[in-house]
Each structure stands twice: as C-alpha cells, then as structure tokens.
C-alpha cells in the first residue's frame, strides 16, 4: 500500500494538555499494480483540540471522520468505543468502513493533590460506524456521557472512570 499522511501537533503537555492542536490526515491506498491482492482506498481525519478556560479548567474538543471504500479489509477498519474514544462502550466494540466521531470534554484539575496530580473529566461523545457509505443516515449517532477521575502517576495516568452510551429513538 502506498500511504500519505500529515500531522500537526501543538498541545503543550500530554497526557493532559492545557492548549493546542493535533490534527493528523491521511491518505491510503492499495492497487494490485503495486502486488497487493487486494485494491483499497481509505482517507482519514483526526482533530482534538484544547483551550484554557481558567486556571486549571480546559476544555477539549475532538473530531474523527473516516472513509474506506467497500474493499477495506477488517485490520484497516476504523473502531469506536473505550475509554479514549466512546463513552459506555468496551474497547473496539464496533468496527466499520466509515465512522463519524465528535466529542466536547471538560476537565479540571483539583486545587490539592491527592498524592498526585488529580483530575476530574466529563464528555460528551456523538458518532456512529457504517459498514458501507449508502448506511449512513443521522439516526444511527450514538450518544455518550461519562466521567473520569485521573491521577497523574509516575508511571503513568490512573483512572477511575463511569460511561454509558445510548440512542435516541422513537419507539419504546
């Protein structure tokens, strides 16, 4: 396969950055000229971005579209769900060929430090996957809410979190 692919990062910290952006696109195709056997095109768009709202308050906003035509094989498939991605969803429970992902976080960190660097995280995420591209109408979007209680440990961040997904609909 033959990938082009550009990122721009200027978040200030990580794992809990108070401002900037990082936006990553791609381009990938396969095509049986180059030996793949299989042809397959995927174009992909990620964003998250985070602004400082007062001292110890940012918020997040984030976006992910994804589309791969109806040839995509399954490891190259786009996933949702998890604690980084939905809200009330185990890790990679759907995968699919397109996907549509926002989401608006809030995060604060605590005044006083319990025993670490503390934070407190609420989301909102909205999205949805689709098998093939004719699927794709705006009934389908899930919703997510939840929260996350971070510690900003030694070895890494140590988290206590809550979610849970849900849709709209008409019928009981």
Not at 23 to 44: D, R
Not at 55 to 61: A, D, P, Q, Y
Not at 65 to 88: I, K, R, V
Request: charged residues 20%.
């Amino acid at each position: 396969s033959v990938k082009v692919s550009s990122t721009i990062d200027t978040k200030d910290k990580y794992p809990y950055p108070e401002k900037g952006v990082r936006f990553h696109a791609f381009y990938e195709t396969a095509l049986k000229a180059f030996g793949s056997s299989i042809s397959y095109s995927n174009l992909g768009v990620e964003y998250n971005g985070y602004i400082p709202v007062a001292e110890g308050h940012v918020l997040g906003t984030a976006a992910r579209l994804g589309f791969g035509d109806a040839t995509l094989p399954l490891p190259y498939q786009y996933s949702m769900g998890g604690q980084n991605s939905f809200f009330g969803m185990r890790e990679d429970e759907f995968r699919g060929r397109q996907i549509f992902l926002t989401s608006v976080e809030y995060r604060f960190r605590f005044p006083i430090d319990i025993y670490f660097n503390t934070y407190m995280l609420f989301r909102y995420d909205l999205g949805s996957m689709w098998e093939v591209k004719d699927q794709i109408r705006f009934n389908d979007l899930r919703h997510g809410l939840g929260t996350t209680l971070s510690f900003q440990t030694p070895i890494g961040p140590a988290d206590i979190l809550v979610g849970r997904s849900f849709r709209f609909t008409n019928d009981l």
